[in-house]
C-alpha cells in the first residue's frame, strides 16, 4: 500500500501545485484586411484572406 498524506493539502497549497494548469487567455491578431481579430498564422474566418491575398471562400455564416 502506497504512503498516504497525514492531513488535508490546504488549498493554497494545492493552487501552488496545480499552478501549471491554468488555461492562458488565447492569443488574437488582426486581420489586416477586414480588420477582425483571428488567430495568428490562419486564414481568417471572416474574409477568407491569408498573408494579403484569398485563399479560401469566405463562410456564410461568419459574414455576420
Given amino acids: 500500500m502506497p504512503p498516504l498524506p497525514k492531513r488535508k493539502y490546504a488549498s493554497a497549497r494545492r493552487g501552488d501545485r496545480r499552478q501549471h494548469l491554468r488555461l492562458d487567455q488565447v492569443n ?3 486581420c489586416p484586411n477586414c480588420h477582425r481579430m483571428r488567430l495568428p498564422h490562419h486564414v481568417c474566418p471572416f474574409c477568407g484572406h491569408y498573408r494579403g491575398r484569398q485563399v479560401v471562400a469566405p463562410k456564410a ?3 455576420q
Fill in 61 to 63: 455564416g461568419a459574414a
Fill in 28 to 30: 488574437m491578431t488582426e
